[in-house]
């Protein structure tokens, strides 16, 4: 590593100012940062100054990531096999499902990083870490036959209507790898539902006899509550999904991981569970459909919520930062989703919107909150000296 950082420092000055190549600067200093950890700070504005850094917090956010995407990507072959009868080993489904999740890895990384790179060469910044983890949630929670021209559109308008046109990382109001899956749901709705979009090779093949390829969620916006899948398949994750949101069992290593590091925070995941079953048991006392019967319990189990409530509801750029805006925030995006999806079968899948609804409002919640602090301040001054 020496020799490469001796390579680095001597080439730097070529893409400095006044140097031969001073355009592609931003380009070099990205290349720099996610070799070698800055040997600079901010010298503008209030900083928190920690041995965390993004390129740190990035780097552990994938990390969490690892246990769902590895056991999506042999999900994805196990459905296969499932759906057509292929007997497969354990590593046969994994690299099965790997090789077909491989290309929606890298349509999503170069569409976005090229975006990422080029708003940066036209402004003259540097190219900031955000798309790190941006770029592996967007294929981990979408369809596994999603075509990849789809997915590069979705990406490239993410990237640009989400992000750079209000500045780039840290400004975003919404999630972006939420935007790039409303994108698809919204704009290709075909490819976002139905039983055809969840298992590899549905769309060219006929399934062998009494195999569903639906999600559980579809199941239940259809009505068909029996023959549902088990606690422990849904757990487990042994159902057809999204490559990241199948199995709770992997989520939770990546909570438990983000939640010792100090990166994502407890109140939100927390409160997402306490309105789910808030609202859940609200539904089921007044039962008024067979939606809203479903045991509460199961809206954790079901659908993107529990991947939604660990790696989306917890960004810290579009989450509240005040400590109680965070129990309100996660509240609010528990009690729609169970809303959603208990009154508009037509979107099943309500942690999406969910999230994306709460984003919007997240400002305000901070707004009020931090009101609300100090007009109880000026009264307990008020107090005192009257005392």
């Known amino acids: 590593m020496n020799s490469l950082r001796k390579y680095i420092d001597k080439n730097k000055p070529l893409f400095q100012k006044g140097g031969k190549f001073e355009k592609l600067g931003s380009t070099f200093g990205a290349f720099e940062t996610f070799l070698f950890t800055p040997n600079h700070t901010a010298k503008s504005g209030s900083h928190i100054h920690d041995v965390i850094d993004l390129k740190r917090t990035m780097i552990v956010v994938v990390l969490a990531l690892l246990p769902a995407l590895l056991f999506g990507c042999w999900n994805v072959g196990y459905q296969n096999g499932l759906a057509f009868g292929i007997e497969r080993s354990l590593l046969g489904h994994f690299f099965f499902g790997f090789w ?8 999503s990384y170069v569409v976005g990083l ?3 790179f080029a708003s940066a060469q036209i402004r003259g910044h ?4 955000g798309y790190l983890v941006t770029g592996i949630l967007i294929p981990l929670i979408i369809p596994i036959n999603t075509p990849l021209w789809m997915l590069a559109l979705a990406v490239a ?6 992000k750079e046109i209000f500045g780039g990382t840290g400004y975003n109001i919404m999630n972006v790898a939420l935007i790039a899956r409303a994108f698809l749901f919204f704009a290709y709705p075909s490819e976002m539902s139905g039983d055809k979009v969840w298992i590899y090779g549905l769309p060219d093949q006929a399934a062998i006899d009494g195999f569903s390829g639906a999600t559980p969620l579809a199941q239940l916006a259809q009505g068909a509550t029996q023959n549902m899948a088990s606690m422990s398949d849904l757990f487990m994750g042994f159902i057809p999904g999204s490559i990241g949101e199948t199995s709770k069992l992997a989520i939770l290593i990546g909570a438990a991981i983000l939640l010792f590091t100090g990166i994502a925070s407890w109140k939100i995941m927390l409160s997402t569970v306490i309105g789910v079953l808030s609202i859940g048991l609200l539904c089921n006392a007044f039962a008024l459909n067979e939606y809203m019967a479903v045991p509460a ?5 079901i659908g993107g919520f529990a991947f939604g409530a660990v790696f989306m509801a917890t960004d810290p750029v579009t989450a509240p930062h005040t400590e109680r805006g965070k129990w309100i925030y996660g509240f609010m995006i528990g009690a729609f989703v169970v809303l959603i999806r208990v009154f508009n079968p037509a979107y099943p899948e309500g942690m999406m919107l969910a999230i994306l609804l709460m984003n919007v409002w997240s400002p305000l919640i901070d707004y009020f909150v931090v ?3 100090i007009k109880h301040r000026q009264k307990r001054f008020l107090v005192k000296k009257n005392a």
Request: proline fraction near 3%; charge should be negative; hydrophobic fraction near 50%.
């Open 114 to 116: 090229g975006i990422e």
């Open 126 to 129: 540097e190219v900031n870490e």
């Open 157 to 162: 308008f993410a990237v640009i209507f989400g």
């Open 100 to 107: 077909k999740f491989l290309p929606l890895f890298i349509v």
């Open 297 to 301: 319990y199961y809206h954790l189990l």
């Open 371 to 373: 009101q609300s602090h």
